[in-house]
């Protein structure tokens, strides 16, 4: 028992130690973009967040992304929108981890839906993370960038994918992390995003949930059904890691150790682009009808990864053990 009080003692003084020796208190921004070694040097090798202004100002989506446009251009084109009761999509729901509805509608109807003019069950957003600026909404793509040329040489590779999201104000991201190198750039609206580093790990709390789906019933309201087809040949059910806390409003009598967190709010308004490094935690709130577009870069598998997973080891040993004491 003393060498897991140590051990837990050690793991929350990493994220003390993190806070006083390199991470600030809020996102900082710059006026313009960095030079490839500059965005390297001073954001990417630190795993460090900021957000850039002027980063996209040549792309035409600021002039022209908006409804009209939409509805002329691709209002006839099918698109995958998730669907839920509550606006939380990927999300805990008790002791499963649901995920949306998923229906194909033409991007005509989605914007009546979310203007108001077509009255549907559920909260409606374009989310879908599988490229779908370059699968589904092709004619889109000569109005904003393929790459982001500063960030794509600092990486040394191209984007893995360029996602479209738009939706409602009501629609919340939980909180999560990517292996991504995230370039988040706002076309209309804004972004809301709650940050926490990978140091904060051990105070983040972790657990496994059986996968779910939200489903419409015939009368229109939403059941949550298992995700059969994710259940192997031996029928146990794959358990989905997930993050259960609202950053916002954490339950501190469930989760006491997230009282030492310290997450840090950004906004990040049209025309602004937020860089959030690999391995960040991010909850993430939107204005109504807001639109944006992300690159996600793969991450380098490099020592700092070897690190968080040391660290995500050594804190799953002190949670069990902790459980079991």
Same mark, same amino acid.
């Given at each position: 028992?003393?060498?897991?009080?140590?051990?837990?003692?050690?793991?929350?003084?990493?994220?003390?130690?993190?806070?006083?020796?390199?991470?600030?208190?809020?996102?900082?921004?710059?006026?313009?973009?960095?030079?490839?070694?500059?965005?390297?040097?001073?954001?990417?090798?630190?795993?460090?967040?900021?957000?850039?202004?002027?980063?996209?100002?040549?792309?035409?989506?600021?002039?022209?992304?908006?409804?009209?446009?939409?509805?002329?251009?691709?209002?006839?084109?099918?698109?995958?929108?998730?669907?839920?009761?509550?606006?939380?999509?990927?999300?805990?729901?008790?002791?499963?981890?649901?995920?949306?509805?998923?229906?194909?509608?033409?991007?005509?109807?989605?914007?009546?839906?979310?203007?108001? @003019?077509?009255? !549907?069950? #559920?909260? *409606?957003?374009?989310?879908?993370?599988?490229?779908?600026? &370059? $699968?589904?909404?092709? =004619?889109?793509?000569?109005?904003?960038?393929?790459?982001?040329?500063?960030?794509?040489?600092?990486?040394?590779?191209?984007?893995?994918?360029?996602?479209?999201?738009?939706?409602?104000?009501?629609?919340?991201?939980?909180?999560?992390?990517?292996?991504?190198?995230?370039?988040?750039?706002?076309?209309?609206?804004?972004?809301?995003?709650?940050?926490?580093?990978?140091?904060?790990?051990?105070?983040?709390?972790?657990?496994?949930?059986?996968?779910?789906?939200? @489903?419409?019933? !015939?009368? #229109?309201? *939403?059941?949550?059904?298992?995700?059969?087809?994710?259940? &192997? $040949?031996?029928?146990? =059910?794959?358990?989905?890691?997930?993050?259960?806390?609202?950053?916002?409003?954490?339950?501190?009598?469930?989760?006491?150790?997230?009282?030492?967190?310290?997450?840090?709010?950004?906004?990040?308004?049209?025309?602004?682009?937020?860089?959030?490094?690999?391995?960040?935690?991010?909850?993430?709130?939107?204005?109504?009808?807001?639109?944006?577009?992300?690159?996600?870069?793969?991450?380098?598998?490099?020592?700092?990864?070897?690190?968080?997973?040391?660290?995500?080891?050594?804190?799953?040993?002190?949670?069990?053990?902790?459980?079991?004491?």
């Amino acid at each position: 028992m003393a060498a897991i009080n140590v051990l837990s003692e050690a793991l929350e003084n990493l994220s003390l130690e993190a806070r006083e020796l390199y991470l600030s208190s809020k996102v900082p921004k710059i006026e313009i973009p960095p030079s490839p070694l500059e965005f390297l040097r001073d954001w990417v090798n630190p795993n460090v967040p900021v957000i850039i202004k002027n980063a996209f100002n040549h792309w035409p989506a600021l002039e022209k992304w908006n409804s009209d446009y939409f509805r002329e251009k691709i209002g006839h084109r099918k698109v995958t929108v998730a669907v839920t009761p509550n606006g939380f999509a990927d999300a805990v729901v008790g002791n499963k981890f649901v995920m949306p509805e998923e229906r194909e509608m033409k991007f005509s109807k989605f914007l009546d839906i979310l203007e108001g @003019k077509v009255k !549907e069950q #559920g909260i *409606f957003y374009v989310q879908k993370q599988n490229s779908n600026l &370059t $699968e589904e909404f092709q =004619e889109l793509c000569t109005d904003a960038a393929s790459e982001v040329s500063w960030a794509t040489e600092a990486f040394g590779k191209h984007p893995d994918a360029v996602n479209f999201w738009m939706g409602d104000e009501r629609a919340i991201t939980s909180m999560h992390k990517d292996h991504y190198e995230n370039l988040y750039c706002v076309i209309s609206g804004k972004k809301v995003f709650t940050l926490l580093p990978p140091s904060d790990l051990p105070l983040i709390p972790y657990k496994l949930y059986t996968p779910a789906r939200f @489903k419409t019933t !015939e009368r #229109g309201n *939403f059941d949550i059904v298992d995700e059969i087809e994710q259940i &192997t $040949e031996l029928s146990a =059910e794959p358990k989905v890691p997930w993050i259960a806390v609202d950053p916002l409003n954490p339950d501190l009598k469930k989760y006491p150790k997230f009282a030492k967190a310290n997450p840090v709010s950004c906004t990040v308004q049209a025309g602004e682009m937020l860089y959030l490094p690999s391995l960040w935690f991010h909850h993430v709130q939107q204005s109504h009808g807001c639109i944006a577009i992300n690159f996600w870069y793969d991450m380098e598998y490099d020592i700092k990864y070897n690190y968080f997973k040391f660290v995500e080891t050594v804190t799953d040993l002190v949670t069990k053990q902790s459980e079991k004491d």
